[in-house]
């Protein structure tokens, strides 16, 4: 007997159906995203020291406590499972000063944690890829007769100067001193101080490239400098600048000039 073309056979009914499900539940994902973010205007359970305007906190938070000693700039993005943590525990008085502090523009990206016993400072603009960790407490192993998760930590102060980049899975330890601008690369270990314009990596990080006024980066830069934008640009052309070639991206400059 010839079979009707119009019917759906069992399987293709049960892919749309998957399909359906599928779509209602990534749009509903969305949407509960949307809701629980935190930001100045809807900051839900969480009440920062300062939470600055455009900054944003993606749902759902990482463990977050002791924000009333957290203060975050504006135009900050806080990605997916951030912890942010102000104190060894919950609930402790760290008395009237402010313990974390991130400036503005900062970025830290899904999965990182910013672990603040004693005080922690990122300045602005800095860029932290994800699992980054960060942190002011680090275990003593003093005595040899007791586990090191029972002994007593110590806590030094971290200072992240402005404009810096943190590689993904990148690591820093109590008592880091970054300058401006420095470069950690993935899954670097930093401990000490490191000077304006460096980059470190490694485990420990070491200075494996620094700026000089006058000879520039050393040892050079293996790689040339990205094209600068031409001065004047509109969004419209900054959008399609994707699709544009060398030649058509000079004819852009030269509209300006």
Same mark, same amino acid.
Request: hydrophobic share 40%; with cysteine; net charge neutral.
């Given at each position: 007997?010839? $079979?009707?073309?119009?019917?759906?056979?069992?399987?293709?009914?049960?892919?749309?159906?998957?399909?359906?499900?599928?779509?209602?539940? =990534?749009?509903?994902?969305?949407?509960? =995203?949307?809701?629980?973010? #935190?930001?100045?205007?809807?900051?839900?359970?969480?009440?920062?020291?300062?939470?600055?305007?455009?900054? $944003?906190?993606?749902?759902?938070?990482?463990?977050?406590?002791?924000?009333?000693?957290?203060?975050?700039?504006?135009?900050?993005?806080?990605?997916? =499972?951030?912890?942010?943590?102000?104190?060894?525990?919950?609930?402790?008085?760290?008395?009237?000063?402010?313990?974390?502090?991130?400036?503005?523009? #900062?970025?830290? /990206?899904?999965?990182?944690?910013?672990?603040?016993?004693?005080?922690?400072?990122?300045?602005?603009?800095?860029?932290?890829?994800?699992?980054?960790?960060?942190?002011?407490?680090?275990?003593?192993?003093?005595? *040899?007769? #007791?586990?090191?998760?029972?002994?007593?930590?110590?806590?030094? +102060?971290?200072?992240?100067?402005?404009?810096?980049?943190?590689?993904?899975?990148?690591?820093?330890? %109590? /008592?880091?001193?970054?300058?401006?601008?420095?470069?950690?690369?993935?899954?670097?270990?930093?401990?000490?101080?490191?000077?304006?314009?460096?980059?470190?990596?490694?485990?420990?990080?070491?200075? #494996?490239?620094?700026?000089? *006024?006058?000879?520039?980066?050393?040892? %050079?830069?293996?790689?040339?400098?990205?094209? *600068?934008? +031409?001065?004047?640009?509109?969004?419209? =052309?900054?959008?399609?600048?994707?699709?544009?070639?060398?030649?058509?991206?000079?004819?852009?400059?030269?509209?300006?000039?």
């Amino acid at each position: 007997m010839p $079979r009707n073309r119009n019917t759906f056979s069992f399987s293709s009914l049960t892919a749309w159906r998957r399909r359906a499900v599928a779509r209602a539940l =990534q749009g509903g994902w969305r949407r509960i =995203q949307q809701a629980g973010a #935190v930001t100045a205007e809807h900051p839900g359970r969480l009440r920062f020291r300062a939470l600055g305007e455009g900054t $944003r906190l993606a749902f759902p938070q990482g463990t977050v406590f002791g924000e009333q000693w957290i203060e975050i700039g504006a135009c900050c993005i806080i990605a997916e =499972q951030v912890t942010l943590t102000a104190g060894m525990l919950p609930d402790l008085d760290l008395g009237t000063e402010t313990v974390l502090t991130l400036g503005d523009g #900062v970025v830290l /990206g899904r999965g990182s944690h910013v672990i603040a016993d004693a005080p922690i400072s990122i300045g602005s603009d800095t860029y932290c890829g994800p699992y980054v960790y960060i942190t002011s407490t680090n275990h003593s192993y003093d005595d *040899p007769d #007791v586990p090191v998760g029972r002994q007593w930590p110590r806590s030094e +102060p971290v200072r992240i100067g402005p404009g810096c980049w943190l590689g993904t899975g990148a690591v820093i330890l %109590p /008592g880091a001193r970054l300058g401006r601008n420095v470069v950690v690369a993935a899954g670097a270990v930093v401990r000490g101080e490191v000077p304006d314009h460096a980059v470190v990596a490694g485990a420990p990080a070491k200075v #494996v490239r620094s700026y000089d *006024p006058e000879k520039g980066w050393q040892p %050079p830069l293996r790689t040339p400098a990205p094209r *600068p934008l +031409p001065e004047g640009i509109t969004p419209e =052309q900054l959008a399609a600048l994707a699709g544009l070639g060398l030649d058509e991206l000079d004819q852009l400059a030269n509209l300006e000039s």
